[in-house]
């Protein structure tokens, strides 16, 4: 009886793991084919604050938001 309930439990935990991981690697892909931000949407928020954006700039925060998406 209690092999049996250490299997069941051993079922929950790899399967929780196995769960997990597939979920982590759907949604990094899920990501990074649908960003959440894009060149535009930095450039509307930037006029919004009353600041011209360079292209300069505008590439450094791509690049910041990506190195998180990683």
Same mark, same amino acid.
């Given at each position: 009886?209690?092999?049996? $309930? *250490?299997?069941?439990?051993?079922? *929950? &935990? &790899?399967? +929780? &793991? $196995?769960?997990?991981? *597939? +979920? ?10 649908? %960003? %959440?931000?894009?060149?535009?949407m $930095?450039? +509307?928020?930037?006029m919004?604050?009353?600041?011209? %954006? ?7 925060m ?8 990683d």
């Amino acid at each position: 009886m209690l092999l049996d $309930i *250490l299997k069941v439990l051993g079922g *929950l &935990v &790899v399967g +929780a &793991v $196995i769960g997990f991981l *597939l +979920a982590r690697k759907y949604m990094k892909k899920f990501m990074k084919q649908n %960003p %959440p931000i894009n060149e535009q949407m $930095i450039k +509307a928020m930037m006029m919004q604050m009353g600041r011209t %954006p360079s292209q300069k700039q505008v590439n450094q925060m791509m690049k910041s938001m990506n190195k998180y998406m990683d």
